[in-house]
């Protein structure tokens, strides 16, 4: 009788585990492919994953439909429009919906956040990818021209309170001109342009030498040239990803990225594991790197306090994976220390 009931207890067994084994924001196991991957090996996965290389469909079509997309990707509670670019007025959908302009405050248009130009102009998917295309003010928009996402002190032009700057880079590593949003949507920018270099990781070359780019001009080569590194990793340029990663560790995932990623899913197919897995890029490019990741299991770097100790210090630690410690340690790496992880540098 047991061993009848065995097999039945087995594929139990097994169906719980199926149905325990979910990743965040009910996307399931869709990132299933990239578990136990780490580093370079895990954003290849995630490229995989998230890049659809069916490259078809009518980009005419595509491009125009933006403006109904936008109507579900980026309202605000209240119904007007999310413009990460300024905050001088309220733009109404349709309404407002690009045209002539004179001004900040005009109209809002369709913005490449990562512009179009670096990638060869009206190229599919990534002319019309929704989750590196917003809704902002056209005249800011302008002023943002093709330059790079950067800090500055907005010594060429700042949008209305103050809201968006455009002038000389002032972090460390590059001091060309440089387009600074708030700080409220840093980290959201940040996320995008991870996204991008992961889900397109195989083009970045191409992007880099200027294979992919129809007449770009020479502001827009020069911000390749800063943004980008030419390889398919870490992708990004060395100050430009020190920059982002501080940017994403400053403005956490809100819940407008959450409700805009599961939007672009419901559109396009495809997600932002930048936004589904908050820290993420730690475990890509940071001190996160060489510990696996787990999809449905996920620990989020940013529980994860920075301590500094003295050698020789007694104190109940252990490592990652449980095994105890008689001191705490002085080499580099993750440790749990009287329940908490910490990060010895």
């Known amino acids: 009788m047991m061993r009848r009931l065995l097999p039945f207890a087995v594929l139990f067994i097994t169906m719980m585990e199926?149905?325990?084994?979910?990743?965040?924001?009910?996307?399931?196991?869709?990132?299933?492919?990239?578990d136990g991957k780490k580093g370079a090996e895990l954003k290849t996965a995630l490229c995989n994953v998230i890049y659809n290389r069916?490259?078809?469909?009518?980009?005419s079509t595509a491009y125009k439909a933006l403006w109904t997309h936008f109507k579900t990707t980026?309202?605000?509670?209240?119904?007007?429009?999310?413009?990460?670019?300024?905050?001088k007025r309220a733009f109404t959908f349709d309404v407002d919906q690009a045209g002539n302009y004179k001004q900040e405050g005009d109209v809002y248009n369709r913005e490449h956040s990562f512009p179009n130009s670096w990638f060869g102009g009206k190229v599919m998917p990534m002319y019309t990818d929704l989750h590196h295309m917003y809704p902002t003010d056209g005249f800011v928009n302008n002023k943002r021209d093709n330059h790079p996402f950067g800090e500055t002190n907005g010594d060429k032009y700042k949008s209305a309170n103050d809201f968006s700057k455009l002038g000389s880079c002032t972090f460390e590593g590059y001091s060309g001109i440089v387009f600074e949003p708030n700080d409220e949507y840093k980290g959201d920018f940040a996320r995008t342009y991870f996204y991008m270099v992961t889900c397109y990781e195989e083009k970045l070359p191409d992007w880099y030498n200027a294979y992919g780019v129809n007449n770009a001009s020479e502001t827009s080569?020069?911000?390749?040239?800063?943004?980008l590194d030419g390889n398919t990793y870490p992708g990004l340029s060395s100050w430009q990803l020190k920059l982002l990663m501080k940017w994403s560790k400053n403005d956490p995932v809100s819940e407008k990225e959450i409700n805009r990623n599961n939007a672009v899913y419901a559109i396009q197919n495809n997600r932002n594991p930048f936004v589904d897995y908050e820290g993420l890029e730690e475990y890509i490019w940071g001190v996160n790197k060489d510990v696996p990741f787990s999809y449905d299991n996920y620990?989020?770097?940013?529980?994860?306090?920075?301590?500094?100790?003295?050698?020789?210090?007694?104190?109940?630690?252990?490592?990652?994976?449980?095994?105890?410690?008689?001191?705490?340690?002085?080499?580099?790496g993750l440790y749990i220390l009287n329940g908490k992880k910490i990060l010895v540098k």
């Open 18 to 34: 199926i149905v325990l084994a979910q990743g965040p924001n009910q996307s399931g196991t869709y990132y299933q492919a990239a």
């Open 54 to 59: 069916n490259e078809g469909g009518d980009l």
């Open 74 to 87: 980026d309202a605000r509670p209240d119904g007007s429009v999310w413009d990460m670019y300024s905050n």
């Open 221 to 227: 080569r020069n911000a390749v040239l800063a943004t």
């Open 299 to 332: 620990e989020p770097i940013t529980s994860i306090s920075e301590v500094g100790f003295s050698a020789g210090v007694k104190s109940g630690c252990y490592t990652i994976d449980g095994r105890e410690l008689p001191y705490v340690p002085m080499a580099p």
